[in-house]
């Protein structure tokens, strides 16, 4: 089985990813899309209040990366393609590097620009970061 891994971020960029991912694998016979979103919560909860548990916060934080897949699982849930989604935490290059090798993906594909911030613009782009540290194909698309 072709795994493919498409990590989304709700941005049209991403559901471009998406659709490609969706071509290669209606061509492939038998594939399966994995959808990653990753997300970076805040450490800790200094400054909030008691009342709001750590527990509380990844609750958020998954509703977050659900939301973030939701139109690309339409947009695979359209064709009947083979896929599974996923809400990973962490530092997004270094998750989604690393869930391609523990899932057994033999490529990557993924939007050129997502919804970051101007951090990601400073430190350098995910998806550059993806290249440097993939150990399989990457395909960005525009």
Known sequence: MLNILVPVDGSDNANRAVLYARQLAA??????????NVQTPTQGRAG?????TQDMINEFYTREGQEATHEARQLLDTTGVDYTSHVEFGHAATEIAGYARDHGCARIVMGTRGNGSLANILIGSVANQVLQLAEVPVTLVK
Do not use: T
């Open 27 to 36: 061509g492939a016979g038998s594939a399966r899309i994995h959808l990653i």
């Open 48 to 52: 909030l209040s008691r009342l709001i």
